[in-house]
């Protein structure tokens, strides 16, 4: 399908744009802001995203809610098809105020590419706005998928959330808190406020988004529980499985 051509005096009317790019393995989009908000969703491969507020991991079967005004960098873990929407802010009430994670259902995908095969919608035309009106009922009722990851926000927290993923097998919870001039009751403490998860938390879920880029990358189950810390496979998958409710190779190749 042929976009539509827009001109200046068509502005007003748009509610939904779209882009579409194919990336490479590690082609990356850096920090940047924009003046609509974003769904990013990937048609297939990986996305990794990152702002300020936390991390999010982009499957097919996921995407992440940027809020208008939200630096926020995307980067490909492997050959992914990038496929995104922006709504105009104030157009619609009720959408996400900060950055998340929301499930892409059948129809919300299909929604996705039907808009970014016509390139922008306009309110004025009956079908067009009858398709907005359709992706963003869909886009607020999908549920949240567990795989955010929350950035710490103090200076020792942000130390601490380094150490623990290069500091190897040294970097224990007591060694850190030494590290960044914390008691561990204090360092824990401080990660559940600025987080909402506990040190051992945040690292086994780091671990887990981290090893998604490995495999969209295209490294074997092996591989990535070997990097995650994983004494076997079946170790890795059963938390993988517990955290995000399926196995390694259906997350990514997209549920």
């Not at 939904?16 to 908000?37: C, F, K, M, N, T």
């Not at 079967?61 to 496929?83: C, D, K, N, Q």
């Amino acid at each position: 399908m042929s976009q539509k051509r827009r001109a200046a005096a068509d502005e007003a009317y748009l509610v939904v744009r779209s882009a579409a790019y194919d990336l490479a393995p590690g082609q990356a989009i850096g920090e940047h802001v924009h003046a609509w908000h974003q769904l990013i969703h990937a048609g297939s491969g990986v996305l990794m995203v990152t702002t300020g507020d936390g991390s999010w991991v982009v499957p097919p079967s996921w995407g992440v809610w940027v809020p208008a005004g939200t630096r926020h960098a995307i980067r490909a873990a492997g050959r992914s098809a990038f496929r995104t929407v922006y709504v105009a802010p104030r157009s619609v009430p009720d959408l996400p105020p900060a950055c998340t994670a929301i499930t892409v259902s059948p129809l919300l995908r299909e929604l996705i590419l039907r808009v970014v095969a016509i390139g922008m919608v306009d309110r004025r035309d009956t079908i067009e706005s009858a398709l907005a009106i359709l992706l963003l009922d869909e886009l607020r009722r999908s549920p949240v998928p567990p795989f955010g990851l929350p950035e710490p926000r103090s200076a020792a927290t942000r130390r601490a959330a380094e150490w623990l993923f290069s500091g190897g097998a040294e970097a224990t919870i007591p060694a850190i808190a030494r590290a960044v001039g914390l008691s561990v009751r204090a360092l824990e403490r401080r990660f559940v406020a600025e987080t909402g998860m506990s040190l051992g938390r945040w690292r086994r879920q780091g671990a887990l988004l981290a090893s998604l880029e490995r495999l969209g990358s295209g490294a074997s189950v092996k591989q990535a529980a070997a990097a995650a810390g994983y004494a076997t496979p079946s170790a890795f998958v059963a938390a993988f499985r517990a955290l995000f409710g399926t196995t390694p190779a259906r997350y990514v190749a997209g549920g």
